[in-house]
């Protein structure tokens, strides 16, 4: 059976658990990080070198790194509809995964910290708000991301749309983002998994 290791409480692992709640494709969790199972044992660190989590474990196949597990699944499992086989969707779609996790994951995660640590220093918010803002623009007149259907751009940037309406303090409006997390929280494992994010 295909094991996940990693924790509900991780945005990464997280996106791993809806995407697999999605296609109905059952799986072993091994609690693995912060709270959870050691990531610097011998034993995972042979699974992960750089002993983060998701990993992905399908026989003899390992895979780690949120994006590439969300990738390998889809493929391994037939899950067109969410990363479709045509190069120029496929594409599109990986562009976006890939512009989630430089533009608008990072600053979201270091803001996260600063003011969980006690710290006030909200220089990240222009990136933040700068990011929310095109991917507002991106969503006026489709339902999603990279078209009409629910794509892993969506799962990428789930976690990342669901903090930025729990941040403290005045935000733009944003309408088709607005929308646009109204619609998500239509997917049950989006519910199941994303939600409970803090």
């Not at 026989?59 to 086989?85: H, I, M, Q």
């Not at 562009?95 to 996790?101: A, E, K, L, R, T």
């Not at 608008?104 to 222009?126: F, H, I, N, V, Y």
């Not at 005045?170 to 994010?197: D, N, W």
């Amino acid at each position: 059976m295909l094991k996940v290791y990693g924790r509900p409480n991780s945005s990464n692992s997280a996106k791993v658990f809806w995407l697999l709640d999605q296609i109905g494709q059952d799986y072993e969790l091994v609690l693995t990080g912060r709270g959870f199972g050691a990531t610097d044992t011998p034993d995972f660190l042979a699974l992960n070198p750089f002993g983060k989590v998701p990993v992905v474990q399908d026989g003899t196949t390992v895979v780690w790194e949120s994006n590439a597990v969300l990738r390998y699944l889809a493929k391994r499992f037939g899950a067109t509809t969410l990363w479709p086989a045509d190069a120029a969707t496929q594409a599109r779609v990986d562009g976006w995964m890939d512009w989630v996790s430089i533009s608008l994951t990072p600053p979201l995660t270091r803001l996260r910290k600063a003011r969980a640590a006690g710290r006030s220093d909200d220089a990240d918010l222009p990136a933040i708000v700068n990011a929310s803002t095109l991917l507002d623009q991106q969503l006026a007149g489709r339902d999603f991301i990279a078209g009409s259907d629910l794509s892993l751009a969506d799962i990428t940037a789930a976690p990342s749309v669901h903090r930025w309406f729990l941040l403290d303090g005045e935000r733009p409006t944003l309408p088709h983002l607005e929308a646009y997390a109204r619609r998500l929280a239509g997917f049950p494992g989006y519910v199941r998994h994303i939600q409970s994010l803090s």
